[in-house]
């Protein structure tokens, strides 16, 4: 008897822009995201934006591209129980005449604050390595974000913002949001 193999969903690279003088946002779908907020620091993006979303209404971002990655505080709509406090993209990040790219690299970091963080979609790097949708450099450069971030969050105590500081960044979030309606 074969042994069921479980195999991820094998999807396209998501690519994201963000034109900060247009304040457009072009989601992974290609749809154009009006955004709220664009801040430009010597070490990153801080994005803020409704979303539309049913399981969330409003979306934070920073662009780290020193660090390849990006941080996210989704706020989330009521009776979606979530154990995190920031969500990470392994991602190359790009910048050129005010307008940055990202390439995510498949591999997220969910941070719940003084748990220990946890590492998803191992297998989909591994998944679009071999079908070629991104290259062993990529992959390579996914596994050394990843291997930095957890090693810096689990080395000051589970806390990724105060890695973060200790690296000179200090992330900022909005006190209130305004979540946009589903649809």
Known sequence: MDAEVNTPDLHPVKQETFDTDAKINTDPKGYLREVDKFEVTDFGLYMARGANHPKFGYLESW????????????HFREGYDTQQDYYFDVASIDVEDGVWRTRDLYVDLVSYTGEPIDVIDIDELAAATSAGLISAEEAEQAIEV???????????????????RTLGIELTWADEVELMPVG
Do not use: K, Q, Y
């Open 146 to 164: 990843t291997l930095n971030a957890v090693e810096g969050i689990t080395r000051h105590s589970d806390d990724p913002m105060e890695w973060l």
């Open 63 to 74: 662009l780290l591209p020193d660090l390849g990655l990006r941080a996210n505080i989704f």
